[in-house]
């Protein structure tokens, strides 16, 4: 978009149309022209195709797509100006930039020179990336927990790419210096246009249903936002999520970024790198086994170094028989010595437990002796002091009837009854008189 000026007079220096000019002539003419009549613009675009210099000059493409037909106008920008820039201008940002019109002599292109770019907002393009990363995004087709482990010692590898892309000649090239072991299947497809996409999807399927490489490589050089579409469409990037192989995705540059690269399982910043990151080193893997060769040699030495120590221990053993003839004599002898010496050592130790039983056993009798000795005398007293005849002899006696028998109580006596009286030297004979009961 290009701010309106009211129109100026052509300038009074210019040579009548009838003069045949120069094509330099011609081309300052033309950029006096739009000096004089766009001195100071205000444009505003999407930035494409934005690129620095090592110069410091910044050059890139303002688009309008929004117009009937589609716009652009290609822009210098610059080291002077570039330096006063506050913020990283990226691929499909809607920016303002304001500058003058000029006419580049080496091609006769109209230009922008711009002295200033400030943000105006996002561009349709990369409104459009953003609002397809966020909804994949919340399906969870970026999560890490699907992302799978790239083999790291594959024995084919695909591409999918164009046949005439440099990337693939690229990848190529860095695995044949790399890993020339390796086996390279290429599934063609365009990176760019319209059909891109649908190319891209058939490719990636087929190297999963064939399943013949262990490590799928999706790449393509750089480009502007518009070139790197295709990978930015949702079609391509749930055919990756979706893919049985383990991914890598290499496009564009180290700064460029796609949606296909948060499907894939690895993001590499160009396909070089991701021929780097799909195979390793040959050199490496060839140094590693040399290494592992070195240390199964050295553990293979020092066991048969162990061996042949026991080999001679047990050589120098056996060069001396006759020692180990005499050392089995003297052990026999031992034995000899130890079974004649048992049955009489056996029968004195069985003579003094004997005699320790017969000990302990006469101690137990006497003391067993001494405890009923010690309970009988007890009894006897108890016994001695029971004897009613003790009773009798302190100045008691008891009473008895005609039968005999013990008369313990008053009731069943009656005056003129007939009783005996036993004392401790005799018996008298005794009439009842009289009767009386206690009264309790």
């Not at 100006?81 to 080496?106: I, K, N, T």
């Not at 893997?285 to 066991?303: F, I, N, P």
């Not at 010595?337 to 050592?345: D, G, I, N, S, Y």
């Not at 010690?374 to 100045?395: C, F, I, K, S």
Request: charged share 25%; with cysteine.
């Amino acid at each position: 978009m290009i701010e309106s000026f009211q129109p100026s007079p052509p300038p009074t220096g210019l040579r009548s149309a009838r003069q045949v000019f120069s094509v330099a002539a011609l081309l300052n003419a033309v950029a006096d022209a739009l000096q004089a009549r766009f001195s100071a613009v205000t444009v505003q675009g999407e930035l494409s195709g934005f690129s620095r210099a090592p110069s410091g000059h910044c050059y890139f493409s303002l688009k309008d797509d929004r117009a009937l037909e589609p716009a652009l106008v290609r822009c210098a920008m610059f080291r002077r100006a570039a330096a006063m820039l506050d913020f990283d201008p990226r691929e499909g940002q809607l920016v303002e930039v304001r500058g003058r019109l000029a006419v580049y002599g080496a091609r006769g292109d109209l230009q922008l020179v711009v002295e200033a770019m400030r943000p105006a907002g996002q561009g349709a393009l990369y409104e459009q990336f953003l609002r397809l990363k966020a909804k994949l995004e919340a399906e969870g087709l970026f999560d890490a927990a699907r992302k799978r482990a790239i083999p790291a010692h594959p024995h084919a590898i695909g591409v999918v790419t164009s046949l005439n892309a440099a990337a693939l000649r690229d990848v190529l090239s860095a695995l044949q210096r790399r890993a020339p072991h390796v086996r390279v299947v290429v599934y063609p497809a365009s990176v760019q246009g319209g059909e891109a996409p649908a190319e891209l999807v058939r490719a990636i399927e087929l190297a999963g249903a064939r399943r013949e490489v262990d490590t799928l490589i999706v790449c393509r050089g750089g480009g502007s936002l518009e070139d790197l579409w295709a990978f930015n469409d949702e079609r391509v990037v749930r055919a990756l999520g979706a893919s049985p192989l383990p991914t890598l995705c290499g496009v564009g540059h180290e700064t460029d970024f796609t949606i296909s690269d948060f499907a894939a399982d690895l993001r590499a910043p160009t396909p070089t790198a991701a021929a780097e990151l799909a195979a390793p080193q040959r050199d490496d893997c060839l140094a590693g086994l040399q290494g592992m060769a070195g240390g199964m040699q050295r553990c293979v030495q020092r066991r048969l170094e162990r061996e042949a120590q026991r080999l001679d221990h047990a050589a120098l053993r056996l060069a001396r028989p006759a020692q180990v003839l005499s050392r089995m004599q003297r052990e026999i002898q031992a034995l000899g010595h130890r079974l004649a010496a048992a049955p009489a050592r056996g029968i004195d130790l069985a003579r003094q437990r004997e005699l320790r039983w017969a000990q302990r056993l006469e101690r137990a009798a006497g003391n067993r002796r001494q405890q009923l000795g010690g309970r009988l005398d007890t009894l006897a007293a108890r016994l001695e002091g029971m004897n009613p005849d003790r009773v009798l002899q302190r100045g008691y006696a008891y009473l008895t009837d005609a039968q005999g028998r013990a008369l313990v109580s008053v009731q069943g006596l009656s005056a003129g009854d007939a009783v005996q009286a036993v004392l401790a030297d005799g018996r008298l004979a005794a009439e009842v008189r009289e009767v009386r009961a206690d009264e309790a």
